[in-house]
Nanobody
Framework: EVQLQASGGGLVQAGGSLRLSCAGS????????IGWFRQAPGKEREGVSC????????YYTEFAKGRFTISSDNAKNTVYLQMNSLKPEDTAVYYC????????????WGQGTLVTVSS
């Protein structure tokens, strides 16, 4: 069974940094793409970034470019999202998800981790 566990959220001041972790089990990371999404209060869920470790390809939503970095440690079955220069508008519940390489649907989701950025 594919399982994902997101962690690393917390309260940080604007301009600060956080590193989120997504630990996976029940599947081989090489066979999956891992994505980060977020949902702010009263807003729809939106994509943040994703990585396909088998080919090293990464993708960032515009607001994440230059501030966030996604990386993968396949030995630990963990994907990280390093978030720098955080802004109050980055406040949201962050989720990680997985989909088999070559597919389009994010079939597997972890529970969220709350990131709160104070001004």
């Amino acid at each position: 069974e594919v399982q994902l566990q997101a962690s690393g959220g917390g309260l940080v001041q604007a301009g600060g940094s956080l590193r989120l972790s997504c630990a996976g089990s029940g599947f081989t990371f090489d066979d999956y793409s891992i994505g980060w999404f977020r949902q702010a209060p009263g807003k729809e869920r939106e994509g943040v970034s994703c990585i396909t470790s088998t080919n090293g390809r990464t993708y960032y939503t515009e607001f994440a470019k230059g501030r966030f970095t996604i990386s993968s440690d396949n030995a630990k079955n963990t994907v990280y999202l390093q978030m720098n220069s955080l802004k109050p508008e980055d406040t949201a519940v962050y989720y990680c998800a997985a989909r088999p390489v070559g597919t389009t649907e994010w079939d597997h989701w972890g529970q969220g981790t709350l990131v709160t950025v104070s001004s």
